[in-house]
C-alpha cells in the first residue's frame, strides 16, 4: 500500500534516492544530476514525488537550443502529474514538460 506521508517526507527532503528505494528500484544519476539538484524547485506546493526514472531523448523543438544530439531527461511521477526536466549542458536553463494525471 502507498504511505503518501513517506513519500511526502522524501520530497520534502529531496531525498530521490530514498524514493527509489521505496519503489525497490536503482537509483542511478549517469547524465542527470543537474536535473535532480533542481527538481524541487519545480514542484508546486503540496506536491509529491511518487516515482521517478531518466531517460535519453533525441533533440527536439522543446530541447536546449545549446544541446546537441540526444538530451538526458528526469521523469518525476507526483501526486498531481509527470514532470520532465532537461538541463542544458552549457547553460543554466532547464527545460521543462508537464502532464497532468487526467490528461493521460
Known sequence: MLDLEEYRALTQKGNWKGICDV???????????????????????????????????SQSDTSNSFDFGANTWVIALTNERFLLLDCAMLTGSTDTQSIRLDRV
Do not use: C, H
Open 23 to 57: 519503489n525497490s528500484v536503482p537509483f542511478d544519476t549517469f547524465g542527470t544530476k543537474k536535473e535532480f539538484r533542481v527538481l524541487s524547485d519545480y514542484l508546486e506546493e503540496q506536491e509529491v514525488v511518487l516515482a521517478i526514472t531518466s531517460g535519453v531523448m
